[in-house]
Structures are given as C-alpha cells and as structure tokens.
C-alpha cells in the first residue's frame, strides 16, 4: 500500500457511508478483520458483522460529511487523519469530529485491522 491506494481506500470509504450499500461496505474489509470503532470496543470480526454495524446506524442522507487522508503509509499499516461533519437543518455545522483511522490491509487492499480514534470539536453541541 502507498499513499495513493489509501486514499483510493479512504475515498472509497466515504462514498460507502454516504451511500450504505451493503456491497460497497463490504468490498473495504477482508472476510476476516478486527473492526473497533473505539480503541477499547470489542471488536467485530466478520465482513458481515461491519456491514451490519454500518447499516445498523444509519445517518440521515445530507445530514453529514468527511474528509479523510492519509499521514502515514509503511507496508501494510496506515495511520488516516480528518474530520466528520454533521449539519443542522439549516446546513450549519451540528458537530464536528476529528479523526484517526489506524488500519492494516491484507495483500488485495482490503482492511483487515480498524480502529477509530476521535473527539468532539466542543464549540459545536449534538442537537437535543
């Protein structure tokens, strides 16, 4: 993996989440992987147990954003930075979340190791 395949990856997986399709989740993740979405989450351990989780909590379409790049690429293991964007109804910033991505891909490109690191932006609050 070099920078550009990470990006490929991590564009790839925007699109995922802005679409949920279930076929374009799970063409991100190896069979087997270890998916935490906080370091001290169990992890899932199937394709399909990510895809599950994905579409088990849904965003609303428009309501949200990313942008994802990558900051380190050796081999297999890549470290990922960015934010994830959540709108009001009227098109303002929600909250906003930075993010750390630390993933390991198997030889197709494919995750096979996830796990999120974020925090709040605290001067935007989630709606009540």
């Keep these: 993996m070099d920078h550009s395949d990470v990006q490929a990856w991590l564009d790839g997986y925007l699109a995922a989440w802005k679409s949920y399709d279930p076929a374009a989740i799970g063409e991100l993740f190896s069979e087997t992987v270890s998916y935490r979405d906080y370091p001290f989450a169990e992890p ?18 428009g309501t949200y954003d990313g942008e994802y790049e990558p900051v380190a690429v050796e081999g297999e293991v890549a470290v990922a930075r ?15 979340f930075y993010n750390v991505f630390v993933m390991r891909f198997d030889e197709e490109g494919r995750c096979k190791e996830w796990t999120e690191y974020y925090g709040r932006d605290p001067r935007y609050k989630a709606p009540e």
């Design 44 to 61: 899932l351990t199937t394709r399909e147990e990510v895809v599950a989780n994905w579409l088990g909590k849904k965003d609303a379409p």
């Design 82 to 96: 960015g934010t994830s964007t959540y709108f009001d109804a009227d098109g303002g910033i929600a909250e906003l």
